[in-house]
């Protein structure tokens, strides 16, 4: 069965660079996707992949995927405070009934210091 | 921009009660789902539905229905709420997954935070 594994808090000082890692174990998985939840508030999404990319780039955010150790990792260059939030891995994962979902990572819980 | 608006942001019930979990969405979007969210757990889906009427079982939907009888609006609904169902739970849209290689990324509500006493 599918499964997406992050380790659960990462602690950063402000203006280093921040690696959150994730690993999947689907490899029809098409998409992978990063999302970022901030208190109180649902998951927005902040990047995606597709499976025959190495890196994607947006602005502060650089997506590496491995596809062969099927790892995928999120960097946040320059890191503030505000972006202290929890950040979810997700694949897009077939079901048996045809239809495809998305299967998150526990999250993983991002605090800046100043 | 897609909104995804969930009717309570905070709901207090009791056990036994029949609770009533509303969602909607105003991009006409096809997919609708019903997570819930408890720490050290991640999202876990409960329900889904593809279109009007149409629903699917997702991974955890034992003491769980749902109810789509309009395209924009997915209704949760706990038959006979129970102390283990208090969680944060997260309403999410989607357009349908027209083959592939099609993204179609899940737009989420800002969750209900339920709890059964």
């Known amino acids: 069965g599918e499964d997406v594994e992050q380790s659960l808090f990462l602690s950063v000082r402000e203006g280093d660079s921040s690696v959150i890692n994730c690993t999947y174990t689907?490899?029809?998985?098409?998409?992978l996707y990063w999302y970022k939840q901030e208190p109180g508030a649902g998951l927005q999404l902040l990047t995606y992949?597709?499976?025959?990319?190495d890196m994607k780039q947006d602005q502060r955010l650089t997506v590496l995927l491995n596809k062969k150790d099927k790892h995928l990792s999120l960097r946040i260059a320059d890191t503030q405070t505000g972006d202290s939030a929890i950040y979810f891995c997700?694949?897009?994962?077939?079901?048996?009934?045809?239809?495809?979902?998305?299967?998150f990572g526990t999250g993983t819980r991002l605090l800046v210091s100043p | 921009d897609v909104k995804v608006t969930q009717s309570s942001r905070y709901l207090v019930k009791r056990t036994g009660e029949k609770v009533f979990l509303e969602c909607v969405q105003d991009m006409d979007h096809e997919n609708m789902f019903w997570y819930r969210q408890d720490p050290g757990l991640g999202l876990r889906l409960i329900y889904f539905s593809y279109d009007v009427k149409m629903k699917e079982k997702g991974d955890i939907p034992e003491g769980y229905s749902v109810s789509r009888e309009k395209k924009e609006r997915f209704s949760l609904i706990l038959e006979s709420a129970s102390t283990n169902q208090t969680s944060m739970y997260l309403c999410?849209?989607?357009?349908?997954?027209?083959?592939?290689?099609?993204?179609?990324?899940?737009?989420f509500g800002d969750g209900t935070r339920l709890s059964i006493l």
């Open positions: 992949i597709f499976s025959n990319m």
């Open positions: 997700a694949e897009r994962a077939p079901m048996n009934t045809g239809f495809q979902k998305l299967v």
């Open positions: 689907d490899s029809s998985s098409t998409y």
């Open positions: 999410a849209s989607s357009q349908l997954f027209r083959g592939l290689p099609n993204n179609q990324p899940q737009h």
